[in-house]
């Protein structure tokens, strides 16, 4: 997070590559009365530091930088990131992490900075978990690309850095490479939520050139059979995991969702070994939301408390992201609790918003029944700034749910209001026991683990 002189040297740099005389010619013109050579040592330590951790390349010729702007391959040592660890140098005081950071700073003046589209309700699948009812699916229409681009001129307009692009089925729409392509001349990040079984060979050099963030798939077994009954889509496997494989072999990055049910409440551990077979990281979801429309009966297929306990240690055990990145965060427990009241419990109105095949805008992909409004009746900008419903939404915070302040299994919670709301007849302030259950069963089996840990380091 830069101030307002960091800001302006950024704002120098660009995709093509620029001399550092040229870039300080125009420095000079902002800057009239700072020493040349001060601004010169300014500027390099700038752009050193940002150097040092990957974010741009700095060389002799151009050559050189080509040379260096390395793109994501799974031969890199660690292809998720390039990098490990990005140090705070500086003893103040400082945020947990940077979304920590945006949803406080968010809070004062909301910025939207991801939009998810549902490009299409139609669906391929009718998987016996999903929070989208199925006769949505099956009345289900696209998302042509002429109001695609309506809406995303005007979050690209408002700042907007991230795209995510779902459905029901992203790749069913017609106009997805075109899609793909204008987010890409528009400079966002791209996200792509998709089941694969679609994927045309034709697709995969162009889903490799838009450079994709990240592509987020459902594999729900590594057992054909399991994973075909819970899409209900005989083969559904097979097409999936060989379309992995391609993007593998392409080197786009691939992210790949699981989320356990009592149909393969025993499988999480075998598709994160595939995962990790192939460099990719693999997570899941182990509480399932109700549906969309308020109806429950998909919760049938939510494990118990046991099972989830079980789907818990598998993570701690095998995810060594999870290991090294979340258990050794500094907990929100050393937060005062005064400063926790005030948080706001996710980005959702706050910098997050889904918009549908039919315009209407949601906080959230999951928060259907909450419609905030329709971008083809009034812009996003004044949806964003003018929702009613949007500024209810903003001004919930930790404090509203007082029970949850001092609870001791806070660190480990995943309370969520679109959660609560689906499961409770829409009742966002009602908290699901199941929540809480798991939450202290979470922080239960976390304890044990890294006591345990701590004794094998003999420490």
Aim: glycine fraction near 4%.
């Amino acid at each position: 997070m830069y101030d307002e002189n960091g800001a302006i040297f950024l704002s120098q740099i660009s995709r093509t590559p620029k001399s550092i005389n040229e870039i300080l010619d125009e420095l000079s013109k902002i800057y009239p009365d700072v020493d040349r050579h001060l601004l010169t040592e300014d500027f390099l330590d700038f752009v050193t530091d940002l150097a040092e951790q990957l974010f741009l390349v700095i060389g002799h010729s151009v050559e050189e930088l080509d040379e260096k702007d390395l793109s994501f391959s799974y031969s890199l040592q660690n292809p998720k990131t390039l990098t490990d660890y990005f140090p705070q140098k500086t003893k103040n005081k400082v945020n947990r992490d940077t979304e920590e950071y945006l949803l406080h700073h968010d809070q004062d003046k909301p910025r939207l900075g991801n939009l998810q589209f549902e490009l299409t309700s139609r669906c391929n699948e009718r998987c016996i978990h999903c929070y989208i009812p199925n006769g949505k699916k099956n009345t289900g229409f696209d998302m042509s690309f002429e109001k695609f681009k309506y809406i995303l001129d005007q979050y690209v307009d408002m700042g907007g850095l991230c795209v995510t692009l779902s459905g029901g089925e992203a790749l069913m729409n017609k106009d997805i490479l075109d899609i793909l392509r204008y987010c890409r001349i528009k400079d966002l990040q791209i996200s792509l939520l998709t089941n694969l079984i679609s994927l045309k060979e034709e697709q995969i050099p162009i889903l490799k050139e838009v450079n994709l963030s990240i592509i987020q798939v459902s594999l729900y077994s590594m057992n054909p059979e399991i994973h075909d009954a819970i899409t209900t889509v005989r083969g559904s496997f097979g097409k999936t995991k060989a379309a992995i494989e391609k993007l593998f072999a392409a080197d786009i990055p691939v992210q790949i969702s699981c989320p356990v049910m009592k149909a393969n409440k025993d499988g999480y551990g075998e598709v994160m070994k595939y995962a990790q077979s192939m460099r990719m990281k693999a997570q899941t979801d182990y509480i399932m939301m109700a549906q969309a429309d308020l109806d429950t009966s998909n919760l049938a297929n939510r494990i118990s408390l046991e099972e989830t306990g079980k789907v818990i240690r598998d993570i701690m055990e095998l995810d060594v992201d999870y290991q090294t990145e979340t258990l050794t965060q500094e907990p929100l427990s050393s937060i005062s609790e005064e400063e926790f009241a005030e948080m706001p419990l996710c980005g959702a109105g706050l910098n997050d918003l889904c918009v549908t095949v039919n315009g209407d805008i949601y906080p959230c992909s999951g928060w259907q029944d909450f419609v905030v409004g329709n971008v083809f009746k009034d812009s996003l900008q004044s949806i964003w700034e003018d929702s009613l419903k949007l500024k209810q939404i903003r001004n919930i915070k930790q404090k509203d749910f007082p029970k949850c302040l001092n609870c001791e299994a806070r660190d480990f919670c995943n309370m969520c209001l679109v959660r609560n709301y689906n499961e409770s007849n829409g009742d966002m302030f009602k908290i699901n026991e199941h929540f809480c259950k798991v939450a202290f069963l979470n922080k239960s089996i976390a304890e044990e683990w890294l006591q345990s840990h701590k004794k094998d380091k003999g420490s």
